[in-house]
């Protein structure tokens, strides 16, 4: 019984652990025929350049199916990370935000009036 549940335990963490992890991985020039693949199976593509990438966001699972007819793909982020990057707000230390622009030359264009 005892060792039932612990491959119990174990099988369901597995799925668990295994169902949230999914990252993006990039085919390096893929054909348009690539593109059509993944649009018409509605893969969930992330990114796309003609002649040069295509990203998808993919499962374990997918990628290890992917890797048999590309060799190629390799893994380039997280989802996480490509969530992330997709943020609006970003600040960068050191720029002035476009709100802080727009005040600044309202400011000075109240010092010299027109």
Known sequence: MRK?????????SVVFLGAGSRFVARIDHPSLNDLTRFQNSDA???????GLY????????EYRDLLKDY???RITQTEEQLKQNL???????GYRSYN???TELQQK???KPV
């Open 54 to 61: 295509l990203d998808l966001v993919l499962s374990s699972e």
């Open 44 to 50: 969930d593509i992330a990114a796309y350049h003609p």
């Open 100 to 102: 802080q622009v727009i």
């Open 71 to 73: 060799p190629q793909l």
């Open 109 to 111: 264009r109240g010092y």
């Open 4 to 12: 039932i549940t612990l491959v119990f335990i174990l099988l369901l």
């Open 87 to 93: 943020q609006s707000q970003r600040d960068i230390p």
